[in-house]
């Protein structure tokens, strides 16, 4: 049994570790339909970590969570996204922030915060996911990160998307997740948020002739 939870825990730190390596290649991808089709490939392996943690724990409600992931966050979302990226024709995002190198390094910095922060943790902890907490919230500070460097509201959507992946993880990570109608709430919300964003987005779209939300400084009273 102990060699159970101890090779449990090992595929959980793994498909995390997934999850972490898709942040990554997030960051790097300059074309949107590509950074979409990278958070539904996270989703997924978020899918299997719940379904992983529900099967060695055996709390039941995980598989419903697990379930839920993968029809919003794997299907229903990027397929949303995909159609509010081909209405507006925009391939690819020409202009951020920081230049994609420069990204990875910051991401590589909060990577190393995240581990710093959680060190002092992780020992008190007796989950087999407890490892899963660090990855966890360098996921929600990639996300926030991703959420600023960017100038698309796509791309924005997609890191407070992966922030909110990251929560998740780290409340499987803490508790073996929230209760059901908890869960139930924040994914409707999220999918009712993704819904909002992409009129939005249509909307910048029209006034504007841009997704760029630097435009939205130019409003007036």
């Known amino acids: 049994m102990q060699v159970l939870s101890y ?16 942040c990554f290649a ?18 997924a392996f978020l899918v299997v970590t719940t379904a992983l943690v529900a099967y060695l724990t ?3 409600h995980l598989y419903v969570a697990a379930a839920l992931t993968g029809v919003i966050k794997v299907i229903i979302i990027p397929r949303v996204l995909k159609k509010v990226i081909d209405r507006l024709n925009v391939k690819r995002e020409l202009v951020m922030y920081v230049t994609v190198p420069a ?10 915060l995240a581990f710093f922060i959680s060190q002092p943790i992780i020992p008190l902890g007796f989950l087999l996911t ?4 660090a990855i966890a919230l360098a996921i929600v500070l990639i996300g926030l990160f991703t959420m600023i460097a960017r100038q698309k509201a796509v791309t924005q959507l997609v890191g407070f998307l992966v922030l909110e992946n ?11 997740g929230m209760p059901l109608i908890v869960e139930l709430g924040v994914f409707f919300d999220v999918l009712i948020a993704t ?15 841009s997704v760029d939300t630097n435009q939205l400084t130019v409003l007036k009273e």
Not at 103 to 112: E, K, P, R, Y
């Open 166 to 176: 990251g929560l998740f993880l780290g409340a499987t990570a803490a508790t073996y």
């Open 195 to 209: 819904l909002i964003a992409g009129i939005y987005t249509n909307r910048l779209q029209d006034a504007f002739d």
């Open 58 to 60: 055996g709390n039941q």
């Open 26 to 43: 997030i960051v790097a991808q300059r074309r949107l339909s590509a950074c979409v089709d990278l958070f539904a490939l996270q989703s």
């Open 7 to 22: 090779s449990g825990s090992q595929l959980v730190d793994l498909c995390s570790a997934l999850l972490l390596l898709t």
């Open 130 to 133: 407890r490892d899963s907490l």
């Open 103 to 112: 990204g990875l390094l910051i991401c590589g910095g909060l990577v190393m």
